[in-house]
T-cell receptor, first 110, second 115 residues
Framework: KNEVEQSPQNLTAQEGEFITINCSYS?????LHWLQQHPGGGIVSLFMLSSGKKKHGRLIATINIQEKHSSLHITASHPRDSAVYIC????????????FGTGTRLQVFP | EAQVTQNPRYLITVTGKKLTVTCSQNMNHEYMSWYRQDPGLGLRQIYYSMNVEVTDKGDVPEGYKVSRKEKRNFPLILESPSPNQTSLYFC??????????????FGPGTRLTVL
């Protein structure tokens, strides 16, 4: 079965710390998304990756196709980064179906 | 303002009573999709549409129907709701005909309870 696993499930940090959230998947993919779900429930798309690395502000997303692994990094974390971060992948090239990880809950304390 | 809207935002209903959750986007997006979110299971895709009159099943399509008669609207239909369809539902849209290669814009969610 095509699976997506995220780690850790929960993460606490002090303001200013460097954060890493991991996403692993079982078979080859055509694309990977990172999403952020705010405490109020709203969902925002952060990145779409099919290879390499992307950066937006303090957020960096990387993907290693051979190792079937992606990481989301947050530099200089801030309490407003507190949210659930969700990884989603599209397996193969013949479908637009997305499979999601169960999310990583991040809390950043001042 | 560019947005995806869903109605209703909250709904309590009874088993077997047909209902429709509407989704509309004003960004002229071709791709639209429905998801449900459950504690411990995360987000799961129900159906998606790459363009008008083109739809395909996601991971959990059973018990749901969709239609895409107009580009801006993508309603989710529950013909005979059951308690296991109690969930938080999200609609999303993106540019292009592929949801996997493009940023998705999510609606605010619809919390459905089926008694």
């Amino acid at each position: 079965k095509n699976e997506v696993e995220q780690s850790p499930q929960n993460l606490t940090a002090q303001e200013g710390e460097f954060i890493t959230i991991n996403c692993s998947y079982s078979v080859g993919i055509s694309a990977l998304h990172w999403l952020q779900q705010h405490p109020g429930g709203g969902i925002v798309s952060l990145f779409m990756l099919s290879s390499g690395k992307k950066k937006h502000g303090r957020l960096i997303a990387t993907i290693n196709i051979q190792e079937k692994h992606s990481s989301l990094h947050i530099t200089a974390s801030h309490p407003r980064d507190s949210a659930v971060y969700i990884c989603a992948v599209s397996f193969g090239y013949n479908t637009d179906k997305l499979i999601f990880g169960t999310g990583t809950r991040l809390q950043v304390f001042p | 303002e560019a947005q995806v809207t869903q109605n209703p935002r909250y709904l309590i209903t009874v088993t077997g009573k047909k209902l429709t959750v509407t989704c509309s986007q004003n960004m002229n997006h071709e791709y639209m999709s429905w998801y449900r979110q459950d504690p411990g299971l995360g987000l799961r895709q129900i159906y998606y549409s790459m363009n008008v009159e083109v739809t395909d099943k996601g991971d959990v399509p059973e018990g749901y129907k969709v239609s895409r008669k107009e580009k801006r609207n993508f309603p989710l239909i529950l013909e005979s709701p059951s308690p296991n369809q109690t969930s938080l539902y999200f609609c999303a849209s993106s540019t292009g005909t592929s949801g996997r290669y493009n940023e998705q814009f999510f609606g605010p969610g619809t919390r459905l309870t089926v008694l």
